[in-house]
T-cell receptor, first 112, second 116 residues
Framework: AQSVAQPEDQVNVAEGNPLTVKCTYSVSGNPYLFWYVQYPNRGLQFLLKYITGDNLVKGSYGFEAEFNKSQTSFHLKKPSALVSDSALYFCALTGGFQKLVFGTGTRLLVSP | DAGVIQSPRHEVTEMGQEVTLRCKPISGHDYLFWYRQTMMRGLELLIYFNNNVPIDDSGMPEDRFSAKMPNASFSTLKIQPSEPRDSAVYFC??????????????FGSGTQLSVL
């Protein structure tokens, strides 16, 4: 069975500060990991993915994520947060040739 | 491409009524997914299709829910009869595949369903 956990319901950060949204996973075999973002009244949008290769993955809007196999984590990061980054962020996982499983989501609030 | 198109955007109905949600996937995408999003349960996969064939419907909550994909450009999710606990946002998503680079999902804007 595969699962993904987002331990924080909400993350608060001041504009200009670095941000981290946490994600851990469990899967048999190699993980394929994704981050999606959801803005109010919109569907989810793809941010970035890790399939194989470099552990640091760069994605849209200046976001990046670090894959850590030993800690089974895939945390989302951004060096300098913007107010417009405020949204709901979902980590997702598949073990390959399987349906995508989403975490429960983390609400990011960036204050001016 | 216009992306994944869902209709209606909002649906308000009374308990016991039939509800039909519609989805047009991105042209060329072989996979179509129906998700339900609630505060309590987050994002749940209800069913997905590959080349118009239902592959996994284990997430469909009850027999009141049914989904069809009569052709590559159209799918419906039907609830009959509807109940207040069905109130949620229902998303349709499509993708090229289930593996590697093709795994990326494209979501529609969702249907906000309220059953009174």
């Amino acid at each position: 069975a595969q699962s993904v956990a987002q331990p924080e319901d909400q993350v608060n950060v001041a504009e200009g500060n670095p941000l981290t949204v946490k994600c851990t996973y469990s899967v048999s075999g190699n993980p394929y990991l994704f981050w999606y973002v959801q803005y109010p009244n919109r569907g989810l949008q793809f941010l970035l993915k890790y399939i194989t290769g470099d552990n640091l993955v760069k994605g849209s809007y200046g976001f990046e994520a670090e894959f850590n196999k030993s800690q089974t984590s895939f945390h989302l990061k951004k060096p300098s947060a913007l107010v417009s980054d405020s949204a709901l962020y979902f980590c997702a996982l598949t073990g390959g040739f399987q349906k995508l499983v989403f975490g429960t989501g983390t609400r990011l609030l960036v204050s001016p | 491409d216009a992306g994944v198109i869902q209709s209606p955007r909002h649906e308000v109905t009374e308990m016991g009524q039939e509800v039909t949600l519609r989805c047009k996937p991105i042209s060329g995408h072989d996979y179509l997914f129906w998700y339900r999003q609630t505060m309590m349960r987050g994002l749940e996969l209800l069913i997905y299709f590959n080349n118009n064939v239902p592959i996994d419907d284990s997430g469909m909550p009850e027999d009141r829910f049914s989904a069809k994909m009569p052709n590559a450009s159209f799918s419906t999710l039907k609830i009959q009869p509807s109940e207040p606990r069905d109130s949620a946002v229902y998303f349709c998503a499509s993708s090229l595949g289930l593996f590697g680079d093709n795994e990326k999902l494209f979501f529609g804007s969702g249907t906000q369903l309220s059953v009174l």
